[in-house]
């Protein structure tokens, strides 16, 4: 099994930044891809940022460089930093693994999700 812990959303006001953490524990065998989505009020979920075992990254359109991924593979962990926060990236954030686990399978897991509200 695997699980993912999420923090650091929160209440944050226009223009302001929060930093979001996952961090992947249990029967991992390596990470093929870490990523974050997100799903606002009444929307569809949709990618905010994703980064591959080779180390490319991938933002979606609507960050427009106000966004960094990060990640630390010795602690399986992704980090999300998020500045020049608008009221419309109001929504609750996913992480998301791609994981080979120790008995070889390849399997997505997801995080349990981390609500950010921007507002003044």
């Known amino acids: 099994q695997v699980q993912l812990v999420e923090s650091g959303g929160g209440l944050v006001q226009p223009g302001g930044s929060l930093r979001l953490s996952c961090a992947a524990s249990g029967s991992i065998g390596s990470i093929n891809a870490m990523a974050w989505y997100r799903q606002g009020p009444r929307k569809e979920r949709e990618l905010v940022a994703r980064i591959i075992s080779g180390g490319s990254t991938e933002y979606g359109d609507f960050v427009k460089g106000r966004f960094t991924l990060s990640r630390d593979n010795a602690k399986n962990t992704v980090y999300l930093q998020m500045n020049s926060l608008k009221p419309e990236d109001t929504a609750v954030y996913y992480c998301?693994?791609?994981?080979?686990?120790?008995?070889?399978?390849?399997?997505?897991?997801w995080g349990q999700g981390t609500q950010v509200t921007v507002s003044s």
């Open positions: 998301y693994f791609s994981i080979r686990t120790l008995s070889g399978n390849n399997r997505g897991y």
